[in-house]
Every structure is written in structure tokens, then in C-alpha cells.
């Protein structure tokens, strides 16, 4: 079975960093597109940002030039540095990641969740 599991999310004041990781586990035999989602209370979930295994990234345009997403592809890990964070930024953030298991054919998974919020 294949697992993503999220950390590094917390409270921090407006301006300030964090960083959020996700590792996949389990019988994989490779990872494809890999991204990160948020949802705001009241809000639907929406792409923040996708790296794909040839390392090319997509950004939505409130995070460009603050936020950069990286893999390390030898960890099944995705990351996303945020910097200069808005309260506008508070949301829970999922990471996904499009998987071929050991068991069949390439599928999307996601991860369980990290809060992120940001004070002013």
C-alpha cells in the first residue's frame, strides 16, 4: 500500500518561512507529477503548485517568487518552501503525487493534511 506522509506545517507570523515536506512509501515502482494543494476554510481546495519528474514546476500566480517546490526523487520526497508568508497563505495543505504501485497502474494519492496558518 502506498502511503504520502506530510510534515513541517505550523503557525508563523506574516513574513516569515516554512517548509513542508512529504515522503511516499510503500511498493513503488515510480512517482510521475507531484504537487502540493491547500484549502482554506469556506474555500475550495485549490493547486498551489506541481513539479513534475523531469523537474518542471507550475506555480498559481498568489504564490509565484515566494513559494518554490523541489523533489528529491532518490527520497520519494516533495518539498515546498514557502517564504514571505500571508495570512491569506493559512490553510491546510495536501500534497499529491501520481504513483505506479507495485500493484497496478499509475494512480493519484494524497497526503492527510498539514495546517499552515499565518498570524499578522
Known amino acids: 500500500q502506498v502511503q504520502l506522509v506530510e510534515s513541517g506545517g505550523g503557525l508563523v507570523q506574516a513574513g516569515g518561512s516554512l517548509r513542508l515536506s512529504c515522503a511516499a512509501s510503500?511498493?513503488?515502482?515510480?512517482?510521475?507529477?507531484m504537487g502540493w494543494y491547500r484549502q482554506a476554510p469556506g474555500k475550495q481546495r485549490e493547486l498551489v503548485a506541481t513539479?513534475?519528474?523531469?523537474?518542471?514546476?507550475n506555480y498559481v500566480d498568489s504564490v509565484k517568487g515566494r513559494f518554490t517546490i523541489s523533489r528529491a526523487n532518490a527520497k520519494n520526497t516533495v518539498y515546498l518552501q514557502m517564504n514571505s508568508l500571508k495570512p491569506e497563505d493559512t490553510a491546510v495543505y495536501y500534497c499529491?503525487?501520481?504513483?505506479?504501485?507495485?500493484?497496478?497502474?499509475?494512480?493519484?494519492?494524497w497526503g492527510q493534511g498539514t495546517q499552515v496558518t499565518v498570524s499578522s
Open positions: 499529491n503525487a501520481n504513483i505506479w504501485a507495485v500493484a497496478g497502474r499509475p494512480t493519484d494519492y
Open positions: 510503500g511498493s513503488i515502482i515510480g512517482i510521475f507529477d
Open positions: 513539479i513534475t519528474s523531469g523537474y518542471s514546476t
